[in-house]
């Protein structure tokens, strides 16, 4: 069965960019889509397709997939961005990546 | 606005059934198609199953094919999962959620725009 596979953690520094990677054969070729999680809430969609931005998602957060690996990148990190990040793609079925734990430090 | 409100979990011992439902507003619900997500306790997301808008495509993950059942009814604007034989492996919180591909199938674009709360099943004796 397809894989994704994600960091467990990173960390960052207010005001600086945070890199979550998600990787997976030839993941260039597939969709991806990417989610954050707070503790106690639903996951909320924040890129689609790669690159598209939901509405209501900041312009701080963007995306890309290339080769083996997609990479959300959010630039200025906030405080409130610190959650759990999950990556999504379709294999046959819908996969979730294992999700990567975003520390604001 | 869009609202998913799932219900019908609890505490049940394993080998037993359960069926979930989920309520849609906010959307024309016969649009799109229609998912459920499950998240064990302090674990990541796991895609349950998913049905297309008129119910021509259903799908399921291997971890729940032969136990578990998705449904919809349109004309209700629910969704539902009815889950059998379940196990101690099951015990997650279900998440209803939508579609976000204006087309009524799920696919290689398929992203989940809306969540519900979701609605904690517990398998245990």
């Known amino acids: 069965s397809y894989e994704l596979t994600q960091a467990p953690s990173v960390s960052v520094s207010p005001g600086q960019t945070a890199s979550i990677t998600c990787s997976g054969d030839?993941?260039?070729?597939?969709?991806v889509s990417w989610y954050h999680q707070k503790p106690g809430q639903s996951p909320v969609l924040v890129i689609y397709?790669?690159?598209k931005r939901p509405s209501g998602i900041p312009e701080r957060f963007s995306g890309s997939n290339s080769g083996n690996t997609a990479t959300l990148t959010i630039s200025g990190t906030q405080a409130m961005d610190e959650a759990d990040y999950f990556c999504?793609?379709?294999?046959?079925?819908?996969?979730f990546g294992g999700g990567t734990k975003l520390t604001v430090l | 606005e869009v609202q998913l409100v799932e219900s019908g979990g609890g505490l049940v011992q394993p080998g037993r059934s359960l069926r979930l439902s989920c309520e849609a507003s906010?959307?024309?619900?016969?649009?799109?198609?229609m998912h459920w997500v499950r998240q064990a306790p302090g674990k990541g997301l796991e895609w349950v199953s998913g049905?297309?808008?008129?119910?021509?495509?259903?799908d399921y993950a291997d971890s729940v094919k032969g136990r578990f059942t998705i449904s919809r009814d349109n004309a209700k604007n629910s969704l539902y999962l009815q889950m059998t034989s379940l196990r101690a492996e099951d015990t997650a919180l279900y998440y209803c959620?939508?579609?976000?591909?204006?087309?009524?199938?799920?696919?290689?674009?398929?992203?989940?725009?809306?969540w519900g709360l979701g609605s904690l099943v517990t398998v245990s004796s």
């Open positions: 959620a939508k579609d976000a591909k204006l087309s009524g199938g799920f696919d290689m674009m398929t992203s989940f725009d809306y």
């Open positions: 906010g959307f024309t619900f016969d649009d799109y198609a």
């Open positions: 049905i297309s808008w008129h119910s021509d495509r259903i």
């Open positions: 030839k993941l260039g070729q597939k969709y």
């Open positions: 397709q790669d690159t």
């Open positions: 999504q793609a379709w294999d046959s079925s819908v996969v």
